[in-house]
């Protein structure tokens, strides 16, 4: 028999498509729009109107690589950006370099854990 296993699910409650850009050292040790300490080395991320600690999965649609990072800053104030990354979100995904990619955007509701059972 196979044991039940526990599998966590996560709901995206919307999706987005644009351009990423990055900020870091010129930033980093500021307060963020949220109050917090911007961590150029942690996963965050800079949205317009996406409420702060609100979970996003940006992937890169150059090269396909995702990273999940928590919205705690305001921005891009640049036209035609939808997201302003953190240097190790950036980095992750490969954009440091060219300083913006393409990418898709998925807003992630609450993770629910559920158990699957496929019996004997």
């Given amino acids: 028999p196979t044991p039940p296993q526990q599998v966590s699910l996560v709901t995206v409650l919307s999706r987005l498509r644009g351009w990423a850009s990055w900020y870091g050292p ?6 963020s729009a949220s109050g917090e300490v911007y961590n150029q080395n942690a996963l965050t991320a800079a949205h ?6 609100t979970q996003v999965r940006v ?14 800053d305001r921005g891009p ?3 035609g950006r939808i997201i ?3 240097a190790a979100a950036a980095r992750m995904l490969g954009m440091m ?7 898709s955007v998925e807003v992630l509701g609450r993770q629910q854990t559920v158990t699957i059972d496929e019996g004997s």
């Fill in 48 to 53: 317009r109107s996406l409420p702060f600690g």
């Fill in 84 to 86: 302003d990354l953190s």
């Fill in 77 to 79: 104030f640049v036209r």
């Fill in 97 to 103: 370099g060219s300083g913006v990619a393409p990418v």
């Fill in 26 to 31: 010129g930033f980093h040790g500021n307060r």
């Fill in 59 to 72: 992937t890169n649609l150059n090269n396909g690589v995702s990273v999940v990072v928590r919205i705690n």
